[in-house]
């Protein structure tokens, strides 16, 4: 795949530019909607939605440089974590692979907790101790989730870079890192934030920490083997695909919070 | 343990808006996720030798409700305008293929167990419908529907599965592409992914 090498040091969002073609219209044919949003009445054309001819893009003034790493880890998928999680997955069953998934999940509880409370979440915070209080003598440690099959206890994925996002932060411009992947400068704070509540930070021996980390990362993959493969089948510029994915992706988080 | 559970209960009550009644939005889409689940489970359809005929079966049933003319024109946005007819034209019909092509292998492969519908919104013309599809695997997908009424038809001209908009994703990969490079270069490019699956 190749790399792009026109940088693009844009430094604001840049939805004037890439709305340009709009501009012709008189403001006439913007019609509000009930909900605020505005809505294109002209004659020329149907009309588009307000958001999504107006959608904030991420900047990304680094791409150079991240797309290097997202070559980087693409090649680390299919040379080193594929052939790993392939093998791994041979061995061991998928129930075996989701119980490893759920106990990490389960000892990762502090980080979820946590940042309901700091969201002000009573409920999702009620939800995750709960689930935590089930699971860990119910559940085997946490490999089973009876709180999930039992309660329709939903697991709440919340990490201090959504809490950030909920205090009102944007997510500054996007960065791709090398083996972590797609993120952005809010989100890498919170990601350095969130390792003061992992449990497995607190381990004595550095190789351990190391050791679990890349553990459940090839746990992780061995159960999303094929996903990744479809994801560049389907796209012309996996880059960008996975830049604008990752920004909706965590915007939805955000906002869809309960 | 039953208090425990009565708690839940509550949680589970407070968290809980069941729409009374389902408009037009939902009422149409259901009537077509309904007929390609049909299909999926129909056993006379089930042999290999079959799968070819079962995709065009859901082929029309899907084409009966996406509208691909809409959908293609919103991911090429302001560059749109600017194509002649002919243009159009082959632009929707690669634009077809290639979703078709990614997404058809998706709802063969995956397991549904159970779509869950959580609401639906209208605004003139515009409607959007939330479900929850449960597969196989641990956690369901949340995935919306945006319909455009045309004539007495809703149609789907996007969707966006846990947040990320189809369009929207196309969009930015088509208009840098077209930038950088040009249309032209965006055809051969999509000609490319079409014919090799």
Known sequence: ?258 | MSLIRLWILFLLLFGMTTPLFSGEPQEQLQQTTDKVLAILSDPNLKSPEKAKERRELILRVVDERFDWEEMARRCLARHWVQRTPEEKREFIHLFKELLQQVYMDKVEAYSWNKIQYEGETIDGNYGTVKVKIFTSKEQPIRVEYRLLKKGPHWLVYDFSIEGISMVNNYRTQFNEIIVKSSYRELIKRLKTKVSQP
């Open chain 1, 1 to 258: 795949m190749p790399i792009e090498s026109k940088a693009e040091l844009s430094d604001g969002i840049d939805t004037e530019e890439f709305n340009s073609g709009f501009e012709d219209r008189s403001k006439s044919d913007w019609m509000a909607r009930s909900d605020g949003r505005m809505e294109f009445k002209g004659e020329s054309e149907p009309s588009f939605p307000e958001e999504e001819v107006l959608e904030e893009k991420i900047r990304d003034p680094l791409e150079p440089l991240n797309r290097i790493f997202f070559h980087i880890n693409d090649r680390l998928y299919f040379w080193v974590l594929k052939p790993v999680a392939s093998g791994y997955q041979k061995v061991f069953s998928k129930e075996v692979r989701i119980g490893v998934s759920n106990f990490f999940s389960n000892i990762a509880t502090p980080i979820r907790l946590v940042n309901c409370v700091l969201q002000a979440n009573l409920k999702g915070a009620a939800t995750e101790a709960l689930r935590f209080l089930i699971n860990t003598p119910f559940g085997l440690f946490g490999f089973l989730d009876p709180a999930q099959k039992e309660f329709g206890l939903e697991k709440r994925e919340e990490d201090l870079g959504q809490t950030f996002g909920v205090w009102g932060f944007g997510p500054a411009f996007y960065l791709e890192w090398p083996i972590l992947g797609s993120s952005n400068l809010r989100d890498t704070l919170g990601y350095i934030g969130d390792l003061f509540l992992d449990p497995i930070t607190y381990l004595p021996s550095t190789p351990i920490r190391i050791g679990l980390k890349t553990y459940e990362k090839v746990n992780e993959t061995s159960l999303r083997l094929g996903e990744y493969e479809d994801f560049k089948k389907v796209v012309l510029d996996p880059y960008i695909a996975k830049r604008e994915a990752y920004h909706q992706n965590r915007k939805y988080k955000i906002k869809e919070r309960k």
